[in-house]
């Protein structure tokens, strides 16, 4: 236990500059408060930094200050792993839930959000700014080397245009089992609905352009719902 | 929209006496709470009991008052869906966290909670009210028939002596695909690590009582690692 608290694992994203062997940069605000506040480190300690393109740069800490962190970078640890391309379709939802829906997303491996107005979503509006550092703490601390793109909120009837494979979550007990709708799907998205689930009209009109995939019998809440769609993807086209 | 704004649904667990048609019953307290002044339900609207032994009943309101709701029971519908076997062995996580666990948990069909003090778990008590509390309230949302049962601590050593057959989810890497793992295991019981995961010794000592699965390459959060594990059960074991 005493060297596990004694090593500093900090991992952050950093794409203010792009970065290469031997160059100095400087964390400010929110990222110094966190290295020398939160974690307490210390100069010559290491900080990881995944900028998105090339992996997870080792750097050191050169000299804390009030003012910020001054980094060294030293080298390039491991190659670059780019997530699979997997879209999240998710109707809006109240933040609580959309945070831990971001959190999880990331977790699990989705490379696109895509926020949806439908029929029953109980909030209209989205804050993708509080998203897209819901998404990079996530990533963080999960040990991604990208963040998922949040983008911005589009109608249910609109989907049809998107490129991705889409595959709805419909507990109306009419999907079909994960193994059999998702075999074989590529550039896959998946459409979760808000809690008390797709309108009729919805349902109907998505025939035209979706799949449809049953969770099981209980009625799940949109974050578990997401987790569940997402293990089964995971299982079943990205493995 | 109209419709459904107007048809009350209201689902509760009650088993303060066994119920038969015919038989009247009053709500007290926060269930009567519920239906009176949460849901808003006036006489002559039904309301859903279940007991987790005969399934769901149907009851109509005959009385509403400050004392209680005054229910008759209708009839049995629909013939009780016992959830299969499924232990979920959780090490002490705060209680913010345990509370997403008990209701994910419940909503992907576990049927006993078993916590567990390992060496990085970050509290040392929980409590068991509170947990059954969010199983009833999980279970009353999702539709299911019974509740899982919440079991007093015990030691990380002590699971050799359960009955269940464990799968240990580990997030070294060392763990097997789900799909492997899981194969033909009857009478599961998975075992889900801290923030931190589990100590080397406890990995160690637990090869000689668990298989091992892995959750992929990304580190989980508590509650995205059951809901994911729980996932692949629903796959591999139950389906």
Chains 1, 2 share one sequence.
Not at 95 to 111: F, H, I, L, N
Not at 209 to 227: H, I, Q, Y
Request: proline share 3%.
């Amino acid at each position: 236990m005493f060297q596990k608290k004694k090593q500093v694992k900090i991992r952050l994203h950093y794409n203010e500059m792009s970065l290469k062997e031997g160059c100095s940069l400087t964390l400010k605000g929110d990222q110094a408060h966190y290295v020398r506040d939160v974690m307490r480190a210390k100069p010559s300690d290491a900080v990881m930094l995944f900028d998105g393109t090339y992996g997870d740069w080792t750097c050191i800490i050169e000299e804390i200050s009030r003012s910020g962190v001054l980094l060294r970078v030293e080298a390039l640890s491991g190659e670059y792993m780019k997530t699979p391309d997997l879209t999240l379709c998710i109707s809006l939802i109240k933040p609580d839930t959309m945070r831990s829906v971001v959190r999880q997303a990331t977790e699990m491996g989705v490379t696109v959000i895509q926020p949806v107005l439908t029929e029953y979503s109980s909030v209209r509006n989205i804050n993708i700014q509080k998203c897209w550092k819901w998404a990079v703490e996530a990533a963080e601390q999960c040990c991604r080397q990208d963040v998922p793109v949040i983008k911005e909120t589009m109608g249910f009837y609109d989907l049809r245009d998107l490129e991705s494979q889409l595959i709805l979550c419909d507990e109306t007990g009419k999907g079909e089992a994960p193994a059999r709708v998702l075999c074989g799907v590529e550039n896959l998205g998946i459409v979760i609905g808000p809690e008390g689930g797709f309108s009729e009209k919805e349902l109907l009109y998505s025939e035209a352009f979706a799949g449809k995939m049953s969770l099981g019998s209980r009625v799940l809440r949109v974050d578990t719902a997401v987790v569940a769609a997402l293990s089964y993807v995971n299982e079943h086209c990205l493995s």
